[in-house]
């Protein structure tokens, strides 16, 4: 049977439409059952009041439950390859941050390679971490402090989270950077290395702005410098570290990464979702409750910021031959 001209167009045009229906129509029906948030480290933490803050405003805009999920264990790494060896359908993401770019250098055998395998989805939250010092320590200001350190090598103790955690690389960078000694004490976790910094058995430590700031403002620590290229909202009378020693910049970022092979619609949707919620002002609000700015970057740019961030901190890990605990 010979069709006329205008129906074989209408159905040739309906046939190359075919091929589509099936991403539009999984798009469209993203999600139809609970998504899961993956962090790589116990509750209580920074990346977990992050998670936990962005979970329940995501769940209503989705119309899904966004179940947060903690797999602490392996300095993150076993919760990413958890994620990246799960199905690409949208349905378990992982809270990534700068531990995730030290992590790619820190570690020569990892079962994956973070940067290839995962699909950047949505930033989440820049912050800054603090210079603290013990108020035993008779610097004021970062000048005083480097010169103070510069006059007493070796004596001034570094405390961090852990040998390669992010307290500890900013801390080498600035050391780096300056020019001063001084011994790294890495415990294990940032509680119990700001307990000992309140204590005095510890001088310094790099430390986060959310589980330090009340520490701050009651005169228990002093806060000489926050690590951000610009001040912080939360401590605007602290000065920046690069103000005094230019091109430093050692910000925590955080966001959310999916399998590589998960189909691009669904991650799309996922950053409109998300950027939107970052919009609203009860979320910037919230964010900066927790000492950061929102950060909404579209996938491209998240990937950007991540690989950026991967190679900065690259060349700390080998330039200080940092190895992991």
């Known amino acids: 049977m010979k069709l006329p001209r205008r129906q074989f167009l209408h159905l040739a045009a309906g046939a190359a439409a075919l091929p589509a229906l099936p991403r539009v129509a999984r798009a469209q029906a993203y999600p139809m059952r609970p998504v899961r948030i993956v962090i790589g480290l116990p509750p209580g933490g920074n990346q977990d009041a992050i998670a936990r803050l962005i979970a329940p405003l995501l769940s209503e805009w989705?119309?899904?439950?966004?179940?947060?999920?903690?797999?602490?264990?392996?300095?993150?790494?076993?919760?990413?390859?958890?994620?990246?060896?799960?199905?690409?359908d949208g349905y378990t993401l992982l809270l990534v941050g700068d531990y995730n770019a030290i992590n790619a250098s820190l570690y020569d055998k990892l079962g994956f390679d973070f940067v290839r395998d995962t699909a950047p989805v949505a930033s989440l939250i820049?912050?800054?971490?603090?210079?603290?010092?013990?108020?035993?320590?008779?610097?004021?200001?970062?000048?005083?402090?480097?010169?103070?350190?510069?006059?007493?090598?070796?004596?001034?103790?570094?405390?961090?989270?852990?040998?390669?955690?992010p307290p500890h690389i900013a801390g080498e960078l600035f050391k780096m950077m300056t020019g001063v000694n001084m011994l790294h004490v890495p415990y294990r976790g940032g509680g119990p290395a700001l307990i000992d910094l309140l204590g005095g058995q510890v001088q310094v430590l790099f430390g986060g702005l959310p589980a330090s700031i009340e520490h701050i403002r009651a005169g228990k620590l002093r806060a000489l410098a926050v690590t951000t290229v610009e001040r912080s909202p939360a401590l605007p009378d602290i000065p920046t570290v690069a103000n005094f020693v230019?091109?430093?910049?050692?910000?925590?970022?955080?966001?959310?990464?999916?399998?590589?092979?998960?189909?691009?619609?669904?991650?799309?949707?996922?950053?409109?979702?998300?950027?939107?919620?970052?919009?609203?002002?009860?979320?910037?609000a919230r964010l900066a409750d927790l000492g950061g700015t929102a950060l909404a970057l579209s996938p491209a740019g998240f990937e950007k910021l991540i690989a950026e961030e991967t190679e900065k901190w690259g060349k700390v890990v080998r330039a200080a031959n940092i190895k992991p605990e």
């Open 126 to 165: 820049r912050a800054p971490a603090v210079l603290l010092v013990n108020p035993s320590v008779p610097a004021k200001t970062v000048p005083e402090f480097i010169a103070y350190a510069k006059a007493n090598p070796g004596r001034l103790t570094m405390a961090s989270a852990g040998s390669g955690t």
């Open 62 to 88: 989705l119309g899904q439950q966004i179940v947060v999920d903690n797999h602490p264990s392996g300095d993150n790494n076993l919760a990413a390859e958890a994620v990246i060896r799960s199905p690409p």
């Open 246 to 284: 230019p091109g430093y910049e050692a910000s925590t970022f955080f966001g959310l990464s999916a399998p590589r092979a998960t189909p691009p619609e669904i991650v799309e949707r996922l950053n409109r979702e998300i950027n939107a919620i970052l919009a609203d002002p009860v979320a910037k």
